[in-house]
T-cell receptor
Framework: GQQLNQSPQSMFIQEGEDVSMNCTSS?????WLWYKQDPGEGPVLLIA?????ELTSNGRLTAQFGITRKDSFLNISASIPSDVGIYFC????????FGQGTILTVHP | ETGVTQSPTHLIKTRGQQVTLRCSSQ?????VSWYQQALGQGPQFIFQ???????GRGNFPPRFSGLQFPNYSSELNVNALELDDSALYLC???????????FGQGTRLTVV
């Protein structure tokens, strides 16, 4: 089945630093989604990408849909403590397939 | 506009019992999907319902079943509970032609 390889698995950063995470797959997708999940809560949609090469921003977050359609990355600029959580890349082909997640810790 | 709501939020069941989890979809959304999230892992697709019919299923046994009602709300039923069924169960709603899915807060199921 479809498998997404998300990296890094975890990140420990200082408040104010920029963050970058990415996701790759052996399959081609038409849609990439990025979600954030806080402990004990459901995932929240951050950014949706529908076109190869597309670069989309949502506040301090920027995500890109890779040209090969097999990868995507998410950048967070000037991190703040509330950015703490688990970030998932998600492919959509009927169902949603989640990557393993990147656990982000931000030290004040 | 109301978001996706799930009930109950927490549940403890004994191995072998049956459980029903409920989900109300976001206003205007006609597709509901259910996901199982084990501790430390990403959510895994169980199945999807559209117009009251199952419209795709993940790698879960038949003791996982569901329903969708005319108002697009949904139920997830799990029979013969096993210890490994302990997980966060997430419901997500979407428009069938739009892949953006919006999740509820989940139901934490513990099987003892």
């Amino acid at each position: 089945g479809q498998q997404l390889n998300q990296s890094p698995q975890s990140m420990f950063i200082q408040e104010g630093e920029d963050v970058s995470m990415n996701c790759t797959s052996s399959s081609i997708f038409n849609t990439w989604l990025w979600y954030k999940q806080d402990p004990g809560e459901g995932p929240v949609l951050l950014i949706a990408l529908y076109k190869a090469g597309e670069l989309t921003s949502n506040g301090r977050l920027t995500a890109q849909f890779g040209i090969t359609r097999k990868d995507s990355f998410l950048n967070i600029s000037a991190s703040i403590p509330s950015d703490v959580g688990i970030y998932f890349c998600v492919s959509s082909y009927g169902k949603l397939t989640f990557g393993q997640g990147t656990i982000l810790t931000v030290h004040p | 506009e109301t978001g996706v709501t799930q009930s109950p939020t927490h549940l403890i069941k004994t191995r072998g019992q049956q459980v029903t989890l409920r989900c109300s979809s976001q206003s205007g959304h006609n597709t509901v999907s259910w996901y199982q999230q084990a501790l430390g892992q990403g959510p895994q697709f169980i199945f999807q319902y559209y117009r009251e019919e199952e419209n795709g299923r993940g790698n879960f046994p038949p003791r996982f079943s569901g329903l969708q009602f005319p108002n697009y709300s949904s139920e997830l039923n799990v029979n013969a509970l096993e210890l490994d069924d302990s997980a966060l169960y997430l419901c997500a709603s979407s428009l069938v032609e739009n892949t953006e899915a919006f999740f509820g807060q989940g139901t934490r199921l513990t099987v003892v």
